[in-house]
């Protein structure tokens, strides 16, 4: 029977703004799922990213279960009482409807699923980012699935040796989910040249062209879209199996190490550098940088292992000094150019205002004719 490993994360109120959630907060949240999943999880982890708690289950329900979406939905309406009693900042940021209507799925929270044949051995990381959006692991997937100079066993695994196959989302689309599916090596520049725009286009799931099975799975919502007006940034999760068919644990983490600029970053309006860090990590530095976790865990007749922390390791530690430098050096330009957000993406309505304003003040100069 398969088994299903879903991960669900919201952002239902943090300590001192945007920093992290409260113990009491967690532990509501770990409470709440412990209890309504008994009999429906065969395991489950609560952990934190920044200030997103996320929710990491497996189960035999498959993908887009009603009951799992639902018991995490819950855990995250009981924090959200627990977040209101202490006055957290944003309780409750993230739940963005009401109430619960099967799946969710465009109601705020994200998630990320793999249905499969568990191996033997199933080694899996989970990724969980704060202050950014979901395009932020299009670079870091392209790396690892598509490049052998970034993922040697692309030359020499021969499972791997015969691709993958990206599975890409326009999010921009609302009207429902607009996706398209392009295989590399062979569509390399195809896979580019949307990748290359991380707010519209982005990785929603890899699968081994050799075998059909999942590899990856992102979660994909915008935020902004469902709410129609900026709620806070879309910070996502992932989860990559790895080893075997698929690229080596390190193959998957050595592109987090480029500390590449995505947006996030203050008010989600800025482009800041990504840091590796421990899990559990609250934000600092401009409400950022933005900040990925990854945990290894292995999964075994659907219990999880202990979650091993991989950025907590004395490498990332340089990494993360460079990130530091490269975050302040784009700081030190402000508003101008290529550290905020271009005006689409901006998630604050204030500066549009202001430049329609402006725009009526603006005139044409007449040309003096010539005699
Ligand atoms: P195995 O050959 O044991 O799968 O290990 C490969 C590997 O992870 C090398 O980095
Ligand atoms: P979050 O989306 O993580 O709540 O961040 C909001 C923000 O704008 C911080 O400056
Ligand atoms: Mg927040
Ligand atoms: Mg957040």
């Known amino acids: 029977m398969k088994m299903t490993l879903s991960v669900i994360k919201a952002d239902i109120g943090s ?25 429906l999880l065969v395991d489950h982890r609560v952990t ?18 009603a009951r799992i979406h639902k018991l995490a939905w819950d855990a995250f309406v009981a924090g959200t009482a627990v977040a209101r009693e202490q006055g957290l900042y944003g309780a ?22 793999i249905e499969m044949d568990e191996r033997p051995s199933e080694p899996v990381l989970f990724f969980a980012a704060d202050k950014t959006d979901p395009g932020a692991f ?34 921009n689309h609302t009207e429902g ?19 290359r725009d991380p707010e519209r286009y982005v990785v929603e799931s890899v699968h081994s062209r050799a075998t ?3 590899a990856a799975a992102v979660a994909t919502s915008r935020l902004h879209n469902i709410a129609g ?12 199996r790895t080893q075997m068919n698929f690229p080596a644990t390190g193959e998957v983490l050595a592109p987090f190490a480029i500390g590449h600029f995505v947006a996030g970053g203050m008010r989600g309006s800025h482009n800041m550098p990504l840091m590796p860090v421990p899990q559990n990590t609250g934000t600092s530095y401009f409400d950022g940088p933005p900040l990925v976790s990854c945990a290894a865990l292995s999964v075994h007749g659907g219990r999880l292992t ?22 302040m050096d784009m700081r030190a330009q402000g508003f101008v150019g290529a550290a905020m957000l271009p005006m689409s993406e901006l998630e604050y309505t204030g500066i549009t205002r202001l430049m329609e304003v402006l725009d009526g003040r603006f005139q044409v100069r007449r040309e003096k004719t010539a005699g």
């Open 15 to 39: 300590i001192g703004g945007h920093i992290a959630p409260s113990h009491a907060l967690l532990e509501s949240v770990r409470a709440r799922v412990k209890q309504q999943g008994e009999g």
């Open 306 to 327: 202990e979650l091993l922390d991989c950025f907590a390791h004395p490498f990332w530690d340089e990494v993360r000094h460079r990130v530091a430098a490269k975050a």
């Open 212 to 214: 059909g099975e999942q």
């Open 92 to 113: 409750g940021q993230d739940l963005l409807k009401d109430a619960f209507s099967g799946n969710v799925k465009g109601m705020g929270p994200a998630v990320a699923e």
């Open 229 to 240: 007006k900026y709620t806070g940034k879309d910070d996502p999760v992932m989860l990559v």
């Open 138 to 171: 299009n670079l870091p997937l392209y790396l690892a699935f598509a490049d052998p100079m970034s993922t040697p066993g692309l030359l020499l695994s021969p499972a791997m040796s015969q691709g993958f196959r990206f599975t890409i989302m326009d999010v």
């Open 48 to 65: 934190h990213t920044g200030d997103d708690i996320a929710i990491l289950m497996t189960h035999r329900c498959g993908a887009g279960d």
């Open 177 to 195: 989910d607009r996706v398209i599916t392009l295989e590399a090596p062979q569509q390399l520049y195809e896979i580019a040249a949307l990748l």
